[in-house]
């Protein structure tokens, strides 16, 4: 059974640029939440997709959006990219939300 | 404003010796709790969660302790091995009513537990 799983690995963007991140959660599950890692932080909330639609939001622009497929799949799109953006991108799946698994992340990189 | 708070950025311990990992959290609207440990170039795994209706709950060599009076809890790894190194974050959510599911998780800063030979 995979887990959770993220493409791309690493990624290097320019500043101003648009970006598109890919989740796909594990088997069963039907939440999807997007997190973001900076270095030497925890994990900060962006948000979470449920039924397709986003159900919550934490404190980003709207710089960035997502989406979430028939599949469960999900996407996080960041627009104009900015030097603070480099982060580990993290995806995590759950049935309803509860305790979630996360997938390896992308780290992105903005120069 | 932390509402989950790790204030030990790391702890060293002797392989076969307990270590205890601290974290304090301040919203009272949380009612569940967790634990993950962090490789470098991984994702977060989870180990072990509790809900507020515990105050312990125990899987194998971890154990976690709950104190909602004083918002606190703590991870036990009673005995330490060295494959135990790594970082570890608290985390906390609250139930949100759509769904009957959990909230988004709120994460400390992490402690990052080095387990000697």
């Known amino acids: 059974d995979a887990g959770v799983t993220q493409s791309p690995t690493h990624l290097i963007k320019t500043r101003g640029q648009q970006v598109t991140l890919r989740c796909s959660p594990k088997?069963?599950?039907?939440?999807v939440s997007w997190y973001q890692q900076a270095l030497g932080q925890g994990p900060q909330f962006i948000f979470q997709?449920?039924?397709?639609?986003?159900?919550q939001r934490g404190n980003f622009p709207d710089r960035f959006s997502g989406h979430q497929f028939p599949n469960y799949s999900s996407e996080l799109n960041v627009n104009a990219l900015l030097l603070g953006d480099s982060a580990l991108y993290l995806c995590?799946?759950?049935?309803?939300?509860?305790?979630?698994?996360f997938g390896p992340g992308t780290r992105l990189t903005v120069t | 404003d932390q509402q989950v708070k790790q204030n030990s950025p790391s702890l060293s311990v002797q392989e076969g010796r307990i270590s205890i990992l601290n974290c304090d959290y301040t919203?009272?609207?949380?009612?569940?709790f967790l634990w993950y440990k962090k490789y470098p170039a991984e994702g977060p795994t989870f180990l072990i969660s509790?809900?507020?209706?515990?105050d312990k709950n125990e899987d194998g060599r971890f154990t976690v302790f709950l104190n909602k009076s004083a918002k606190h809890l703590s991870l036990h790894i009673v005995p330490s091995q060295p494959g135990d190194s790594a970082v570890y974050f608290c985390?906390?959510?609250?139930?949100?009513?759509?769904?009957?599911?959990?909230?988004?998780?709120?994460f400390g800063k992490g402690t990052k537990l080095s387990v000697k030979p």
């Open positions: 509790i809900s507020s209706i515990k």
């Open positions: 985390a906390a959510s609250a139930y949100l009513s759509y769904g009957g599911s959990q909230g988004n998780l709120i």
């Open positions: 995590a799946s759950s049935y309803r939300g509860a305790q979630q698994y």
């Open positions: 997709y449920y039924e397709e639609e986003e159900r």
């Open positions: 088997s069963g599950h039907d939440t």
């Open positions: 919203n009272s609207m949380f009612d569940y």
